[in-house]
């Protein structure tokens, strides 16, 4: 996985339209692991290119996203993250966008 840096992303979007466009893009880039917290893969670019969407489609003066950089991808990254109760439904290891 060289080259990818293993971001958290969650949003706080105030409007139902907008709402479903954040979440349309984020289930472009990356893994559900919450509602609204999505783990991604991302290569710079990657992550220029998301951020790009997302800034076209919310309200900046009443949403909020935040971006966590949790280093560069590994392959235990999974291990990084702990559920207590039910785990996501999608697989969240091995998803890599480039």
Do not use: W
Request: proline share 2%; with cysteine; charged share 30%.
């Amino acid at each position: 996985m060289g080259g990818l840096t293993f971001y958290l992303v969650s949003y706080d979007i105030k409007d139902e339209k907008r709402l479903r466009n954040v979440h349309r893009i984020m289930r472009e880039f990356g893994v559900r692991l919450h509602y609204s917290v999505f783990r991604c893969d991302l290569t710079k670019q990657g992550k220029m290119i998301l951020i790009s969407k997302l800034e076209e489609v919310i309200n900046h003066d009443a949403d909020r996203i935040m971006i966590v950089d949790l280093g560069p991808s590994r392959q235990y990254d999974e291990m990084k993250i702990e559920f207590i109760g039910q785990k996501p439904e999608e697989n969240y290891v091995n998803s890599i966008i480039v």
